[in-house]
T-cell receptor, first 118, second 112 residues
Framework: NAGVTQTPKFQVLKTGQSMTLQCAQD?????MSWYRQDPGMGLRLIHY???????DQGEVPNGYNVSRSTTEDFPLRLLSAAPSQTSVYFC?????????????????FGPGTRLTVL | SQKIEQNSEALNIQEGKTATLTCNYT??????LQWYRQDPGRGPVFLLL?????KEKRKERLKVTFDTTLKQSLFHITASQPADSATYLC???????????FGKGTRLSVIA
């Protein structure tokens, strides 16, 4: 298993540009999440999904869109990049062995995407 | 609003000593608590999970305690080694469709 993969690893954008951060997992996990990590701020949840076709907002959703058309993929779209979106972005997935909608299980994180917006 | 505090941003200890990291929380009643390790330039990696009805859990040199009265978890690394140097994150969770909430992390440096 490749686990959770993210592309690209690094990206530089100009203000106003749009782009999509890709995230894929091959563990058949129901739950996927996007976080951003900034110095002194810890991990903050952007959007999450409890299954294909279902998404919800996290703590800091503004400026980001997500969709979940398949179990494997959970792309994060930046509609119009701003310098405040300069950050490291992590995608994570988890599986509820109980079959219930429960985030109890381990979260598996991808390697991250380092984004700079000029 | 929910608040999670990890005792300090950075902690330096000597090799062989026990490192103790603290995670305190307010305005939250978690069903469980997780600890993760994060190395520079990498994503967090899961270490341990402890549930609200468990007082203590161990895994090799790691020990976690969970006191729901004090609203605190302690994370211990015994016989610490320079390879234990990393940032350690605590995360709180509840049953149902409630995502994890992460603390800001404590950067541990084990000095040889």
């Amino acid at each position: 298993n490749a686990g959770v993969t993210q592309t690209p690893k690094f990206q530089v954008l100009k203000t106003g540009q749009s782009m999509t951060l890709q995230c894929a997992q091959d563990m058949n996990h129901e739950y996927m999440s996007w976080y951003r990590q900034d110095p002194g701020m810890g991990l903050r949840l952007i959007h999450y999904s409890v299954g294909a076709g279902i998404t919800d907002q996290g703590e800091v959703p503004n400026g980001y869109n997500v969709s979940r058309s398949t179990t494997e993929d959970f792309p994060l779209r930046l509609l119009s990049a701003a310098p405040s979106q300069t950050s490291v972005y992590f995608c994570a997935s988890s599986y509820s062995s109980s079959g219930s909608q429960d985030f109890t299980d381990t979260q598996y994180f991808g390697p991250g995407t380092r984004l700079t917006v000029l | 609003s929910q608040k999670i505090e990890q005792n300090s941003e950075a902690l330096n200890i000597q090799e062989g000593k026990t490192a103790t990291l603290t995670c305190n929380y307010t305005n939250y009643s978690p069903a469980y608590l997780q600890w993760y390790r994060q190395d520079p330039g990498r994503g967090p990696v899961f270490l341990l999970l402890i549930r609200e009805n468990e007082k203590e859990k161990r895994k090799e040199r790691l020990k976690v305690t969970f006191d729901t009265t004090l609203k605190q978890s302690l994370f211990h690394i015994t016989a610490s080694q320079p390879a234990d140097s990393a940032t350690y994150l605590c995360a709180l969770g509840n049953s149902g469709n409630t995502p994890l909430v992460f603390g800001k992390g404590t950067r541990l440096s084990v000095i040889a």
